[in-house]
């Protein structure tokens, strides 16, 4: 964000101390770091959700509560949310662009590429970026959003649940105000690169036009990167890892660096079938 200009304020949340002493560590410009029993202060209702489910439906809960939270403390009209795993190669006011004036949240379609339809039960919208602009008496939406994430945030699938991330089914049905960005370029993943790419007239002028990436599955070990394709059987193209994934791939081994993590590499362990499939893609490239 900071290398395309965008100098507005990042609220990190940090799970626990020892992530935000990491964190603060790297001196980030315009950067702020919530450790998350601050936001459970704020937030009484968070406490009693962590008690009734489990860890990861526990961090899906506090999605909207971060947003609300991010508005609390800065006063700020507009708050976008965005995961940790994306990547801005424009600035994100091209993002903002795609937002009417007339809404008062802006949320992004997953845009499954049609082998992955089936994938839409876990909701047609990313949760990934969300924009929310704060009216005089809040957000209407983001109030709703937040008391079903404390009713359920289950990760078994049922027909208006599935973590924070169904719910935005919700959205445009029960808020007029609510905006579907169509602006090209925007939260282009795994499973929606190969959509993406036959959208444009060509590969180049496509990878130009990305505004940022979602790099959901990439996983590093030492200087090997699995990119995270081959679960969407996909097959990325040179200029895909060199334009894309080789950017990503450099800044997080910097942060490394300055954090001091040793080893970095991610405990995630492959099954065998899932190692073939990562050759037959060659969904890898070395960090070098």
Same mark, same amino acid.
């Given at each position: ?22 964190? @603060? ?36 809960? /506090? ?95 049922? @027909? ?52 940022? =990436? ?46 001091? /993590? ?21 969904? =890898?490239?070395?960090?070098?």
């Amino acid at each position: 964000m900071r290398k395309n200009g965008d100098s507005r304020t990042l609220y990190i949340i940090a799970h626990d101390q020892a992530t935000r002493v990491q964190i @603060e560590s790297l001196n980030l410009k315009f950067s702020r770091v919530i450790e998350l029993s601050e936001l459970e202060q704020q937030y009484p209702e968070l406490r009693v959700a962590k008690m009734n489910r489990s860890k990861i439906e526990y961090i899906f809960c /506090l999605s909207p509560f971060v947003v609300s939270y991010a508005h609390f403390i800065s006063g700020s009209s507009l708050v976008t949310y965005l995961d940790a795993d994306l990547y801005f190669f424009k600035s994100p006011e091209f993002a903002m662009e795609g937002f009417s004036e007339n809404a008062n949240v802006s949320i992004i379609e997953h845009d499954f590429h049609p082998k992955f339809l089936h994938l839409s039960e876990y909701g047609t919208f990313n949760v990934g970026w969300m924009s929310f602009r704060m009216q005089k008496h809040g957000n209407s939406t983001l109030d709703w959003w937040k008391s079903a994430c404390i009713e359920s945030t289950s990760t078994s699938v049922s @027909e208006k649940v599935y973590a924070d991330q169904k719910y935005l089914n919700e959205f445009s049905s029960q808020f007029s105000e609510t905006q579907v960005n169509y602006k090209q370029g925007l939260n282009i993943a795994p499973w929606n690169i190969e959509n993406y790419l036959q959208k444009n007239t060509s590969e180049i002028e496509a990878l130009s036009n990305i505004v940022f =990436f979602h790099f959901s599955g990439l996983r590093i070990y030492g200087k090997f990167v699995v990119l995270g394709l081959s679960g969407y059987s996909c097959t990325p193209s040179r200029q895909v890892k060199r334009k894309v994934y080789k950017p990503y791939a450099k800044s997080l081994n910097e942060a490394g660096k300055k954090l001091k /993590l040793n080893p970095q590499a991610d405990s995630r362990k492959y099954k065998l079938r899932e190692i073939f499939k990562i050759i037959l893609h060659r969904d =890898f490239i070395l960090n070098l």
